[in-house]
């Protein structure tokens, strides 16, 4: 008979099969082993899956059918693939089953080797699988870990039939035995039957004598125990199996039908090849076991195995084999530990493998609906940016990120603000809201609709509002996020309050600006339809039990929508801050949400870091701070351009602080290699039928002269959501890199409290304190705290001495900012964007033009917390005139004032080179003008 087909009938040892493939078991060969060698089971494991489903174009069709239906999750592809497996493998082994009365006719499935070290995950996991796959005859796998073993009693206790894997050590088995023991007794005190729970205890063989060996090399003289340890601490577990089963406890289970948990000998494919092939079946035959080979060890059997019963000989022998090893200095037990250890890395090697083959074949069947990322990085970069992706994958960072775990960053209190993670398919449950209020704002006739908001609240917003423009039948969406009265007024102006709907978005609702814009349009709304009416105008978006939800209640606003407490401001445009201003201007949010879901499962935990395009962002933008290109740089194509401030105030207010992290460098129109330091980090977003071929060309020069460079490649506008979500991967990953909390603002926070004290203090006294300037003219006056003042003797001399001295302080790798209270209009932009490019491409400087006090919601926090490679030139202005704001005694240009004082006083408190220079007599052109000329003037 064949020696194979006869290791049942005659030694009691059942032949399982380590492996298992779609076209394996489609095209009858799995069954013809059942029939010609009697095989009576089949194991899986991530490896045996990774090269079955990465190795191969066979599960392709299988994939490409799950996504012409729409997207998954790479865990799903994958489980979609395993679990049609292993059905169709029990459904062959169901006879065996069935002809065995549930001894054997089993098939295995693994549950995730993530999950090794965490008990109720695996209890949780284990049990999911099992109903998913829905087959008597499967066993599901679990590790003989420490946190493995409780899991295996409690779902013995359920009734669910489990392979314990990854077995080393005597000691360890016993542990898992009993607990089994301990399961059915809880089973059968349910009154469950005891009769239909199976299982079988996985010890590997071949891992011990490659361990094992090494160490006896190490110590020599112990060749003669070279290949023997695996098969005597084999024996010796069959020995301690006997004794178990020997005991009344186990008799007791038996009388009541219970089946022994049996050895199987996995791991028998022979590694040393010194060794006889069939080495690990030969010498471990024997009744009320199971060897589980690899086919190549199978058909090595068949050919020239010998049957012998060989597991109960020479016990004393085995006895001695281990007895020599401690004598060796060599603890089976230790050895034991680091296998599993080892074990458990090895199959989550694996698992990453294969969920990234998953992943990547997701890509390419996405095709255009996911925007492509490429990155070009010089040689060095590229080393450090592996060794990161290499390390967050070693670690499990994606999959800890995803599980809230705070010691992925600096171990503060990461975990309560990684609401943003889950909210696109939150928000996608709450769609038909979002829908409603679209089709009431619809109706309602609006001809604008205005978000009054600061940071996150606003910046988002804008980026909807500029990409996606106007929607027929749906309003105008305007942002409005400055406080000087000239911007408020030529809002205003703008709109016909009569027929506008204010959006008043504030998470905590204590914020200043969104408080006065809403005191402000509130009350002209009043004068202008009736105080009864007002309400209907006004929608708030802000954090449940807010100052702005008792607010809003209180004036009958039409609508409140909540935020998620546990998302910060710059993460939250994807939530009720991004997706309410979405709805209002006709934008489609469930569209708009299944594109942001694209990206987010591309992002997902199941996707390893190598083919995550947020970690591999991320991991890049950390390297480059390493290797002294800290300077973020955005291009964008033309129709996605306003992104760049988003980003700029996700990457700043997140990764700018402890005196360390990334600058973001927006709004600088990209040129030749040139006008560019080396501490440059280029993100290129580029649209797609838009692209401008200027900006093409420049970036291309940029790589050709060694910079580095991120593609990001879109369709087309209505894919942009997919970025928000990218940016904020990237960005958390950044800051794990950094070892930050990228999820707090302190220097933000300080500007806050600085302004509202100089506030505060105003409304009582009527005015902001007195100033002397170091400088003043008819126009132009200066002013700087004691240190910068002391640092600037030029300043007396007036301004363009000032400024040449001030920008003189700018070293090689310094950025400079200017930061200007003014309004934001296209003038006053082009005057000071002028400036900043002559300053760039003279000094070779990163550059920032920014417009306060929405900046101080934004970069502020890095320019205040981060490197002190800033140098800032702070620009002021006396309004046209004020604007008073109802119920306050002052109006808006002390709001204005206030902030930039405040800003610059913890500027100054941070010891920041920074000056201030402001624009006396309201003629605002006329001032930026002279501080432009001055800036030209000192280069």
Same mark, same amino acid.
């Given at each position: 008979?064949?020696?194979?087909?006869?290791?049942?009938?005659?030694?009691?040892?059942?032949?399982?099969?380590?492996?298992?493939?779609?076209?394996?078991?489609?095209?009858?060969?799995?069954?013809?082993?059942?029939?010609?060698?009697?095989?009576?089971?089949?194991?899986?494991?991530?490896?045996?899956?990774?090269?079955?489903?990465?190795?191969?174009?066979?599960?392709? &069709?299988?994939?490409?059918?799950?996504?012409?239906?729409?997207?998954?999750?790479?865990?799903?592809?994958?489980?979609?693939?395993?679990?049609?497996?292993?059905?169709?493998?029990?459904?062959?082994?169901?006879?065996?089953?069935?002809?065995?009365?549930?001894?054997?006719?089993?098939?295995? *499935?693994?549950?995730?080797?993530?999950?090794?070290?965490?008990?109720?995950?695996?209890?949780?996991?284990?049990?999911?699988?099992?109903?998913?796959?829905?087959?008597?005859?499967?066993?599901?796998?679990?590790? #003989?870990?420490?946190?493995?073993?409780?899991?295996?009693?409690?779902?013995?206790?359920?009734?669910?039939?489990?392979?314990?894997?990854?077995?080393?050590?005597?000691?360890?088995? $016993?542990?898992?035995?009993?607990?089994?023991?301990?399961?059915?007794?809880?089973?059968?005190?349910?009154?469950?039957?005891?009769?239909?729970?199976?299982?079988?205890?996985?010890?590997?063989?071949?891992?011990?004598?490659?361990?094992?060996?090494?160490?006896?090399?190490?110590?020599?003289?112990?060749?003669?125990?070279?290949?023997?340890?695996?098969?005597?601490?084999?024996? *010796?577990?069959?020995?301690?199996?006997?004794?178990?089963?020997?005991?009344?406890?186990?008799?007791?289970?038996?009388?009541?039908?219970?089946?022994?948990?049996?050895?199987?000998?996995?791991?028998?494919?022979?590694?040393?090849?010194?060794?006889?092939?069939?080495?690990?079946?030969?010498?471990?035959?024997?009744?009320?076991?199971?060897?589980?080979?690899?086919?190549?060890?199978?058909?090595?059997?068949?050919?020239?195995?010998?049957?012998?019963?060989?597991?109960?000989? &020479?016990?004393?022998?085995?006895?001695?084999?281990?007895?020599?090893?401690? $004598?060796?200095?060599?603890?089976?037990?230790?050895?034991?530990?680091?296998?599993?250890?080892?074990?458990?890395?090895?199959?989550?090697?694996?698992?990453?493998?294969?969920?990234?083959? @998953?992943?990547?074949?997701?890509?390419?069947?996405?095709?255009?609906?996911?925007?492509?990322?490429?990155?070009?990085?010089?040689?060095?970069?590229?080393?450090?940016?592996?060794?990161?992706?290499?390390?967050?994958?070693?670690?499990?960072?994606?999959?800890?990120?995803?599980?809230?775990?705070?010691?992925?960053?600096?171990?503060?209190?990461?975990?309560?603000?990684?609401?943003?993670?889950?909210?696109?398919?939150?928000?996608?449950?709450?769609?038909? &809201?979002?829908?409603?209020?679209?089709?009431?704002?619809?109706?309602?006739?609006?001809? &604008?609709?205005?978000?009054?908001?600061?940071?996150?609240?606003?910046?988002?917003?804008?980026?909807?509002?500029?990409?996606?423009? #106007?929607?027929?039948?749906?309003?105008?969406?305007?942002?409005?996020?400055?406080?000087?009265?000239?911007?408020?007024?030529?809002?205003?102006?703008?709109?016909? *309050?009569?027929?506008?709907?204010?959006?008043?978005?504030?998470?905590?609702?204590?914020?200043?600006?969104?408080?006065?814009?809403?005191?402000?349009?509130?009350?002209?709304?009043?004068?202008?339809?009736?105080?009864?009416?007002?309400?209907?105008?006004?929608?708030?978006?802000?954090?449940?039990?807010?100052?702005?939800? /008792?607010?809003?209640?209180?004036?009958?606003?039409?609508?409140?929508?909540?935020?998620?407490? +546990?998302?910060?401001?710059?993460?939250?445009?994807?939530?009720?801050?991004?997706?309410?201003?979405?709805?209002?201007?006709?934008?489609?949010? /469930?569209?708009?949400?299944?594109?942001?879901?694209?990206? @987010?499962?591309?992002?997902?935990?199941?996707?390893?870091?190598?083919?995550?395009?947020?970690?591999?962002?991320?991991?890049?933008?950390?390297?480059?701070?390493?290797?002294?290109?800290? /300077?973020?740089?955005?291009?964008?194509?033309?129709?996605?351009?306003?992104?760049?401030?988003?980003? =700029?105030?996700?990457?700043?207010?997140?990764?700018?602080?402890?005196?360390?992290?990334?600058?973001?460098?927006?709004? =600088?129109?990209?040129?030749?290699?040139?006008?560019?330091?080396?501490?440059?980090?280029? @993100?290129?977003?580029?649209?797609?039928?838009?692209?401008?071929?200027? +900006?093409?060309?420049?970036?291309?020069?940029?790589?050709?002269?060694?910079?580095? @460079?991120?593609?990001?490649?879109?369709?087309?506008?209505?894919?942009?959501?997919?970025?928000?979500?990218?940016?904020?991967?990237?960005?958390?990953?950044?800051?794990?890199?950094?070892?930050?909390?990228?999820?707090?603002?302190?220097?933000?926070?300080?500007?806050?409290?600085?302004?509202?004290?100089?506030?505060?203090?105003?409304?009582?006294?009527?005015?902001?304190?007195?100033?002397?300037?170091?400088?003043?003219?008819?126009?132009?006056?200066?002013?700087?705290?004691?240190?910068?003042?002391?640092?600037?003797?030029? #300043?007396?001399?007036?301004?363009?001495?000032?400024?040449?001295?001030?920008?003189?302080?700018?070293?090689?790798?310094?950025?400079?900012?200017?930061?200007?209270?003014?309004?934001?209009?296209?003038?006053?932009?082009?005057?000071?964007?002028?400036?900043?490019?002559?300053?760039?491409?003279?000094?070779?400087?990163?550059?920032?033009? $920014?417009?306060?006090?929405?900046?101080?919601?934004?970069?502020?926090?890095?320019?205040?917390?981060?490197?002190?490679?800033?140098?800032?030139?702070?620009?002021?202005?006396?309004?046209?005139?004020?604007?008073?704001?109802?119920?306050?005694?002052?109006?808006?240009?002390?709001?204005?004032?206030?902030?930039?004082?405040?800003?610059?006083?913890?500027? %100054?408190?941070?010891?920041?080179?920074?000056?201030?220079?402001?624009?006396?007599?309201?003629?605002? =052109? %006329?001032?930026?003008?002279?501080?432009? #000329?001055?800036?030209?003037?000192?280069?």
């Amino acid at each position: 008979m064949n020696p194979l087909k006869a290791l049942f009938p005659q030694q009691g040892q059942a032949v399982w099969l380590d492996f298992v493939a779609r076209g394996f078991v489609a095209d009858g060969r799995l069954k013809a082993l059942v029939d010609t060698d009697g095989l009576r089971g089949v194991t899986s494991n991530p490896s045996i899956f990774e090269k079955a489903i990465g190795g191969s174009a066979e599960y392709d &069709d299988a994939l490409k059918s799950v996504m012409a239906q729409g997207d998954a999750r790479v865990i799903d592809l994958y489980e979609g693939c395993a679990i049609a497996d292993i059905q169709a493998a029990a459904d062959v082994l169901r006879p065996v089953y069935d002809g065995s009365d549930g001894a054997d006719g089993y098939v295995s *499935l693994e549950v995730s080797p993530y999950l090794a070290l965490n008990t109720q995950d695996t209890l949780e996991e284990a049990r999911r699988l099992h109903a998913m796959v829905a087959r008597d005859n499967l066993m599901v796998k679990v590790p #003989a870990t420490r946190e493995g073993i409780p899991a295996i009693e409690a779902l013995t206790a359920d009734g669910i039939s489990i392979n314990v894997t990854l077995l080393f050590s005597v000691d360890t088995y $016993e542990a898992v035995a009993r607990a089994f023991i301990a399961g059915l007794e809880a089973h059968a005190a349910k009154g469950g039957d005891v009769s239909k729970v199976a299982s079988v205890a996985s010890f590997f063989i071949s891992r011990i004598d490659v361990a094992v060996d090494k160490a006896l090399d190490e110590k020599g003289g112990y060749d003669d125990l070279k290949g023997k340890v695996a098969i005597a601490n084999a024996k *010796l577990a069959y020995q301690r199996f006997q004794a178990i089963h020997a005991e009344p406890t186990w008799q007791a289970l038996a009388a009541k039908g219970a089946k022994a948990q049996r050895l199987l000998w996995a791991s028998t494919g022979v590694k040393n090849k010194a060794y006889s092939d069939v080495l690990y079946v030969e010498e471990l035959i024997g009744p009320d076991t199971v060897n589980t080979m690899p086919p190549a060890t199978m058909d090595a059997f068949r050919d020239h195995g010998t049957l012998k019963s060989a597991i109960e000989s &020479d016990v004393a022998g085995a006895q001695a084999v281990m007895a020599r090893l401690a $004598e060796a200095g060599i603890d089976i037990g230790t050895v034991g530990d680091t296998l599993v250890e080892e074990g458990v890395q090895l199959f989550i090697d694996a698992a990453d493998k294969l969920l990234g083959a @998953v992943a990547g074949k997701r890509i390419d069947f996405l095709g255009p609906k996911l925007n492509a990322q490429t990155l070009v990085l010089d040689e060095a970069l590229s080393a450090a940016a592996k060794k990161a992706v290499e390390e967050w994958r070693a670690s499990g960072k994606i999959r800890r990120l995803w599980a809230h775990d705070k010691t992925v960053w600096s171990g503060a209190d990461e975990d309560r603000w990684l609401g943003w993670l889950r909210i696109v398919e939150d928000e996608l449950e709450r769609v038909a &809201d979002y829908q409603a209020f679209a089709e009431e704002v619809r109706a309602g006739g609006f001809s &604008d609709v205005v978000v009054l908001g600061m940071g996150g609240s606003s910046l988002g917003p804008e980026v909807l509002a500029e990409t996606y423009g #106007a929607h027929a039948g749906f309003p105008t969406l305007r942002i409005l996020d400055s406080t000087d009265p000239d911007q408020v007024r030529e809002t205003e102006a703008a709109i016909d *309050l009569a027929t506008t709907l204010f959006i008043v978005a504030s998470k905590s609702g204590s914020t200043l600006e969104p408080n006065v814009f809403r005191d402000y349009f509130l009350g002209r709304m009043k004068e202008t339809v009736g105080a009864e009416k007002a309400g209907a105008h006004f929608v708030a978006v802000t954090d449940p039990g807010s100052a702005m939800e /008792k607010a809003a209640k209180a004036d009958n606003f039409r609508r409140i929508f909540y935020g998620v407490p +546990q998302i910060g401001g710059r993460y939250s445009v994807l939530s009720a801050f991004g997706l309410v201003p979405a709805a209002a201007s006709g934008i489609d949010v /469930k569209a708009f949400l299944d594109t942001a879901r694209i990206m @987010v499962r591309s992002c997902g935990p199941a996707v390893p870091p190598a083919q995550n395009p947020g970690v591999l962002l991320g991991t890049a933008m950390g390297a480059a701070l390493g290797a002294g290109r800290d /300077k973020v740089t955005i291009i964008a194509s033309p129709g996605i351009d306003t992104f760049g401030a988003w980003a =700029e105030q996700l990457i700043a207010e997140s990764n700018g602080k402890e005196g360390k992290g990334l600058i973001p460098i927006d709004g =600088e129109p990209v040129d030749v290699p040139a006008v560019y330091g080396r501490d440059r980090f280029f @993100v290129y977003l580029r649209l797609d039928g838009r692209a401008d071929p200027h +900006q093409d060309e420049a970036v291309r020069n940029l790589e050709r002269e060694g910079h580095p @460079v991120v593609h990001i490649a879109l369709a087309n506008e209505e894919q942009l959501p997919q970025e928000f979500f990218r940016f904020e991967i990237a960005t958390a990953v950044a800051g794990s890199l950094l070892g930050i909390n990228p999820f707090d603002q302190p220097d933000v926070e300080a500007s806050k409290i600085e302004t509202k004290k100089l506030f505060d203090a105003a409304e009582k006294s009527g005015a902001l304190p007195a100033e002397t300037p170091l400088f003043s003219d008819e126009t132009i006056a200066l002013y700087a705290d004691a240190g910068n003042a002391g640092a600037l003797p030029q #300043a007396s001399q007036g301004l363009e001495a000032a400024v040449a001295a001030h920008l003189a302080r700018a070293k090689d790798g310094d950025y400079v900012a200017l930061l200007a209270y003014v309004a934001r209009n296209p003038g006053h932009h082009a005057i000071l964007q002028e400036a900043r490019i002559a300053l760039r491409d003279t000094r070779r400087l990163a550059t920032c033009l $920014e417009f306060g006090p929405r900046f101080l919601h934004s970069t502020g926090q890095a320019y205040k917390g981060g490197p002190d490679t800033g140098v800032f030139l702070q620009i002021t202005a006396d309004p046209s005139a004020d604007l008073a704001i109802p119920g306050r005694s002052l109006g808006f240009g002390t709001v204005v004032a206030a902030q930039a004082r405040g800003d610059f006083s913890v500027l %100054a408190e941070r010891q920041r080179r920074a000056l201030r220079v402001h624009i006396r007599g309201g003629d605002v =052109e %006329a001032g930026l003008k002279r501080i432009a #000329a001055a800036i030209r003037a000192a280069l």
